[in-house]
């Protein structure tokens, strides 16, 4: 109980309230390191059980079974090393559902690049926390988790989705499923709006505008 009261003044007391979005604000920009989330991991296990340096105390239950989900048997505590790579990933569903946002418009005037194409921009020789969000897809594919697949657009006006490199008409991309078309494209980065016009009520691909 005395546990549960501490949190739940950090929730409430203005002055507290560092001490829980502090830890929420680096983990969503940051991948943290393996032995810092060991150490964390460490002291939250030590909590729970009540163990203290003056006394030692038997695990009740194997802490993998502790972070496990309820729904699959287990306590459902959670992974910090899984919450971490969430809040990571999450800033790819930001940059594409938010797209007239400030930061957004910083990323990509930055890291935006016509010679490559990643789901999201990202330059890996500029050094700084977004290079971390771009890479989180690395570690998620070691879990079988494929990121890019996640998304798939649907286009309102059309003209801020990718022809070519948005997953919007099936699961696969057209610069896929067409490479050959797509090399001979010159305008790399056309949008939807660029290619497909509604005539009449049906959707056709505008040849005119093509180049």
Not at 154 to 178: A, M, Y
């Amino acid at each position: 109980m005395e546990g549960k009261n501490i949190i739940f003044r950090w929730k409430t007391d203005p002055n507290k309230i560092g001490a829980v979005s502090l830890p929420t604000y680096f983990f969503s920009l940051y991948k943290a390191p393996a032995s810092v989330i060991d150490q964390l991991e460490r002291l939250r296990r030590e909590f729970l059980w009540g163990i203290t340096p003056e006394r030692g105390k038997l695990s009740m239950v194997a802490w993998n079974n502790v972070m496990t989900p309820k729904e699959l048997g287990g306590v459902g505590v959670g992974s910090l090393k899984d919450a971490n790579l969430a809040m990571l990933a999450k800033w790819w569903w930001r940059f594409k559902t938010d797209p007239n946002s400030l930061w957004r418009k910083v990323i990509w005037s930055i890291h935006n690049s016509e010679r490559t194409w990643n789901p999201i921009p990202g330059k890996m020789s500029i050094a700084g926390p977004w290079k971390q969000v771009v890479k989180v897809s690395n570690d998620l594919e070691k879990y079988g988790i494929n990121l890019s697949g996640c998304f798939r657009a649907t286009p309102g006006v059309g003209d801020s989705i990718s022809f070519w490199k948005e997953r919007w008409v099936d699961g696969e991309l057209l610069k896929n499923k067409f490479p050959v078309l797509f090399e001979l494209e010159r305008l790399k980065n056309a949008v939807v709006a660029d290619r497909v016009k509604i005539l009449n009520g049906v959707v056709v691909l505008n040849f005119v505008t093509w180049h």
